[in-house]
């Protein structure tokens, strides 16, 4: 089974840009791996942000974005807001089996 | 609008068994993926299992051959049989629907004795 590597913590100024990274150690994640990504804030369930590498949802801000980057899994924010603070994971699924990266930590500060 | 209402969960001695469910409403859980997702105490977010519209169904290596993952269309609820319990089944269970637009507020195994 797959090992997803997402950075354990990171930290953004309010109206700063971040990515956040979601990387395997199977080899390059594709646009076959139909990444999603989460939010997930103290005491509540996930939140699905992005689905499928790249779609928003109709409730994601705009400032979230989901690519490829350099043979990994990417989640941009654009123009952070207190309100972005939280846990970001990423899912990947290889041949029907899902993977959870370990989670990052984002501060903005 | 959609609900998802997991229930079910307790405290169960290693080596036991529980049911968990989640009763859907304003979706139909035959007509999408539903996924069962835990996060042990202070950890991250584990995918268990699903079942997609056609009936196939999926786990991870960790619970494979321990669970369970059904669906009562009559009912429009998802369950999740799990079997052989250890300690590091202990977290909060969700069941996820679809693109994982949907989540249910979660339910917590505790398996100690």
């Known amino acids: ?109 | 609008e959609v609900h998802l209402v997991e229930s079910g969960g307790g405290l169960v001695q290693p080596g036991g068994s529980l049911r968990l469910s989640c009763v859907a409403s304003g979706i139909t859980v035959s007509s999408v993926y539903m996924n069962w997702v835990r996060q042990a105490p202070g950890k991250g977010l584990e995918w268990v299992s699903n079942v997609n519209s056609g009936g196939s169904t999926f786990y991870a290596d960790s619970v494979k051959g321990r669970f369970t993952i059904s669906r009562d269309n009559s009912k429009n609820t998802l369950y999740l049989e799990m079997n052989i319990l250890r300690g590091d089944d202990t977290a909060v269970y969700y069941c996820a629907a679809g693109q994982f637009e949907y989540w249910g507020q979660g339910t917590l195994v505790t398996v100690s004795s």
Not at chain 1, 41 to 64: C, D, E, M, V
């Open chain 1, 1 to 109: 089974q797959a090992v997803l590597t997402q950075e354990p913590s990171l930290t953004v100024s309010p109206g700063g840009t971040v990515t956040l990274t979601c990387g395997s150690n199977s080899g390059t994640v594709t646009s076959g791996h139909h990444t999603y990504w989460f939010q997930q804030k103290p005491g509540q369930a996930p939140r699905a942000l992005i689905y499928s590498t790249n779609n928003r949802h109709s409730w994601t801000p705009a400032r979230f974005s989901g690519s490829l980057l350099g043979g990994k899994a990417a989640l941009t924010l654009w123009g952070a807001q207190p309100e972005d603070e939280a846990d970001y994971y990423c899912l990947v699924w290889y041949s029907g089996l899902g993977v959870f990266g370990g989670g990052t930590k984002l501060t903005v500060l």
